[in-house]
């Protein structure tokens, strides 16, 4: 009789048991709930900065001049253009796909094809900055986004840095 020939596959390691998902953690895009409040000084938009760390407010300022979105962070007030809203939203249909938000102060320079340089170029709607005040112009694609997503125009991605956002 002949030997039995050795085996040369490789033996299955046992099955590991998976650990369970965590169910309380959202993932990085998952789109947040709607802002509370209506949008006034007496009631602003209670929003979150894209990856989620800092905690802000908007409201509406019609009676400014001129009219206003007033973004207020901490102690501090920024203004945008009151057409920032439906600017920003008809540029991002026209765009098509997800854009980068590109955020930056006024005193550096917004990269190229994100949110931000369209806040600043001469090619958008009010040909320059949504900003109204100097030394604190920039940041339109940090703040602007979450507004228009709690507002149902947009999707923006929740990562902690590179976020993105499209019209919806």
Known sequence: ???AKKSTAK???PATKAKPAATSAKPATARPAKASGDGTKAKPWKLKTPPGTS???????EDADPPAIICVVGTTELRYHRGAIEDLHAM????GDWMPLGSAD???????GTVEEWGRSAKNPVKGWY???KGLRGRFG????PLLEALGLAEVTHDAKNNR???I
């Open 11 to 13: 033996k299955a390691k």
């Open 1 to 3: 009789m002949a030997p």
């Open 142 to 145: 940090m703040y602007m986004p």
């Open 55 to 61: 905690d802000y407010q908007m409201y509406l300022a």
């Open 165 to 167: 956002m499209r019209a």
């Open 106 to 112: 006024e005193q550096k320079p917004a990269a190229a």
């Open 131 to 133: 900003g109204l005040k």
């Open 92 to 95: 991002l249909k026209k765009h």
